[in-house]
């Protein structure tokens, strides 16, 4: 069975930093191109950051480029999101997303709590 299972979210102070990760199972992980996205309450879900199958190019939102960084590893079917100069703003929930366009799939995880507060 596909599963997306998100890990590291909590509550951190303004100007903190927050790693989270995705670990992945039931489907070619090397093949998908992965993202985060992320929710505020009673907002709708928008793009963070989309990093390509083999890692070679990334994208991240206006509002996160420079603080956050997205990476993957093939081997441990993993992403990665490296969250810096956090700001009350980029508090939300945080799901992990794995799309193929040939496919035409995209499978979600269950997301993670990300606070920013002092």
């Known amino acids: 069975q596909v599963q997306l299972v998100e890990s590291g979210g909590g509550l951190v102070q303004p100007g903190g930093s927050l790693p989270l990760s995705c670990t992945a199972s039931?489907?070619?992980?090397?093949?998908?191109?992965m993202s985060w996205y992320r929710q505020p309450p009673g907002k709708e879900r928008e793009l963070v950051a989309a990093?390509?199958?083999?890692?070679?190019?990334?994208n991240y939102a206006s509002s996160v480029k420079g603080r956050f960084t997205i990476s993957r590893d093939n081997a441990k079917k993993t992403i990665y999101l490296q969250m810096n100069s956090l700001v009350p703003e980029d508090t939300a929930v945080y799901y992990c997303?794995?799309?193929?366009?040939?496919?035409?799939?995209?499978?979600w995880g269950q997301g993670t709590q990300v606070t920013v507060s002092s």
């Open positions: 997303n794995a799309a193929s366009d040939y496919l035409r799939v995209n499978f």
């Open positions: 990093i390509t199958s083999a890692g070679g190019r990334t």
């Open positions: 039931g489907f070619t992980f090397s093949r998908f191109r």
